[in-house]
């Protein structure tokens, strides 16, 4: 069975340019989640997916961060325009509902110049 | 405000030993606690969960312990091998039922086994 898919795997860009991420998650998983984890730290939540649905963006940083899933699979995070500070690890997640664990992308190093 | 706290950022253990990684939360409303273990360059990996309704869950190598009055819990791993080193998190949600969807997760404990 294929395990969640991202890329690009790295991403090294200069700030005030925009990057994009992507995630493929495990086949007929409905629950998609982005999380941001920097050095030294636990993942954070950004935002979580219920099939197209963003069910909880409470920490998304709305003004220069956007995600979309628009057919319920593969999704994709976007920055415009990144900053010094979004330098971090992007993870992509995804379960099945109602299920425990949570399987996890090998995730995007983000380096912003 | 950290509510998930693994207050051992590193352990160093031989090869053939226990490991024993702590975690402690704040936050009663939790009741079910996962543990991933992350390798260099990849996503964490799932490795053993615990409901508030049991006090162990044993997988393998692997055990979990978790005592609700003192708000702690701690991973076993015995025998550890070299292949174990890696970081530890310790992640408890909010809903029952094993539904993780929102996690609150710690900052990770690195752990080396030596051979």
């Known amino acids: 069975e294929a395990g969640v898919v991202q890329s690009p795997r790295y991403k090294i860009i200069e700030k005030k340019q925009p990057v994009a991420f992507w995630c493929n998650p495990i086949?007929?998983?409905?629950?998609l989640y982005w999380y941001r984890q920097n050095l030294g730290q636990g993942p954070e939540l950004l935002i979580r997916?219920?099939?197209?649905?963003?069910?909880?963006d409470s920490q998304l940083p709305k003004d220069r961060f956007s995600a979309e899933r628009l057919k319920g699979v593969d999704s994709t995070l976007k920055i415009q325009p990144a900053e010094l500070g979004d330098s971090a690890v992007y993870l992509c997640?995804?379960?099945?509902?109602?299920?425990?664990?949570?399987?996890f992308g090998p995730g995007t190093r983000l380096t912003v110049l | 405000d950290q509510q998930v706290k693994q207050n051992s950022p590193s352990l160093s253990v031989q090869e053939g030993r226990i490991s024993i990684l702590n975690c402690d939360y704040t936050?009663?409303?939790?009741?079910?606690f996962l543990w991933y273990k992350k390798y260099p360059a990849e996503g964490p990996t799932f490795l053993i969960s615990?409901?508030?309704i049991k006090d162990k869950n044993e997988d393998g190598r692997f055990t979990v312990f978790l005592n609700k009055s003192a708000k702690h819990l701690s991973l076993h791993i015995v025998p550890s091998q070299p292949g174990d080193s890696a970081v530890y998190f310790c992640?408890?949600?909010?809903?029952?039922?094993?539904?993780?969807?929102?996690?609150?997760w710690g900052l990770g404990t690195s752990l080396a086994v030596n051979p």
């Open positions: 086949s007929g998983h409905n629950t």
């Open positions: 992640a408890a949600s909010p809903d029952n039922a094993g539904n993780n969807r929102k996690l609150i």
């Open positions: 615990i409901s508030s």
């Open positions: 936050n009663s409303m939790f009741d079910y």
């Open positions: 997916y219920e099939n197209e649905e963003a069910v909880d």
């Open positions: 997640a995804s379960s099945l509902v109602r299920v425990g664990e949570q399987f």
